[in-house]
């Protein structure tokens, strides 16, 4: 099955979506499950993990709905509140809904470089595994210090980074603060990665499969296809190239791995990890 791991649905409003600012006209408008089957049928995917937007219950509840009503969304990393004494009643509200796989936090967002290792934030990581739960690092290089730091302290939780953690993209250069921690937080076997949200990050006017091979190649040796996972971060990668395009980069990139490496990158790494239907 061919899934792709990370992508977000909104009915889009400028007061709930600030970050979509006047730089992302494009994506200043509704994206619902209508438009992205569209682009699943077209590239062959199967299934979906959708991925909060924003920092509110009420889009965890709305993504949820939707996976109710769409049985190839296979599963939700929503929004909860990690660092609210509250945050075990809204999880206890939501414990039986088996679409929930995963939440997730705007770290990259965050000012403080140790925010994730803030008492309160730590508090509620160490609440999800009662719930089987993944968590979703989304983070900058630079707060890759801390997200291995957090790790550390949670071997038994199943963590997944976001976008290669959002390397400085150029073609001829390698983001030197990006690789080492990278690669070191790779050596946590509880960590999975996703090759997604990769041309956003370029800088050249254009992006193209030499500028992102190097990245790849770093990624696939860090994490190897058991722990990569396939994501388009549709829509927010249509500010640099559409659904197929993406996906045919990816394609190419991956054409030498073996059949078992693609029935992982492309699927089995992200049932694993979420533990998906």
């Given at each position: ?18 970050w ?53 969304i ?47 934030f ?42 290669i953690a959002?390397?400085?993209i ?5 983001d ?28 050249d ?19 190897g ?10 829509p ?27 029935a ?14």
């Open positions: 099955m061919r899934i792709d791991a990370h992508h977000h649905l909104w009915r889009y409003s400028a007061e709930e979506y600030g979509i600012d006047e730089t992302k006209k494009s994506l200043q408008r509704d994206f619902l499950p209508s438009d992205l089957k569209l682009e699943l049928d077209a590239n062959g995917i199967e299934g979906v993990v959708s991925v909060q937007a924003r920092q509110t219950i009420q889009e965890t509840r709305a993504l949820l709905e939707f996976a109710a009503n769409n049985h190839w296979r599963g939700v990393v929503g929004w909860v509140p990690l660092r609210d004494e509250t945050f075990t009643s809204v999880l206890d509200e939501l414990a039986d809904n088996r679409l929930l796989r995963g939440v997730r936090h705007v770290v990259q967002d965050e000012p403080d470089d140790r925010f994730m290792l803030h008492a309160n730590v508090r509620g990581i160490a609440r999800l595994a009662a719930y089987n739960l993944v968590y979703d690092l989304l983070v900058f290089p630079h707060q890759l210090t801390a997200a291995i730091a957090l790790v550390d302290q949670f071997p038994d939780q199943v963590f997944v980074l976001d976008h959002k390397p400085k150029e073609l001829g250069k390698i030197a603060a990006w690789q080492l921690p990278f690669m070191e937080l790779a050596k946590r076997a509880n960590v999975y990665c996703k090759f997604s949200g990769v041309i956003t990050e370029v800088t006017r254009q992006w193209s499969i030499e500028t992102i091979k190097p990245y790849w190649d770093i990624a696939l040796q860090a994490y296809a058991k722990r990569l996972m396939f994501g388009t971060d549709w927010v990668c249509l500010l640099r190239g559409s659904y197929s395009q993406w996906t045919t980069a990816v394609a190419e990139l991956s054409r030498e791995l073996s059949a078992p490496e693609l992982s990158l492309w699927g089995q790494t992200a049932i694993t990890a979420y533990s998906l239907a």
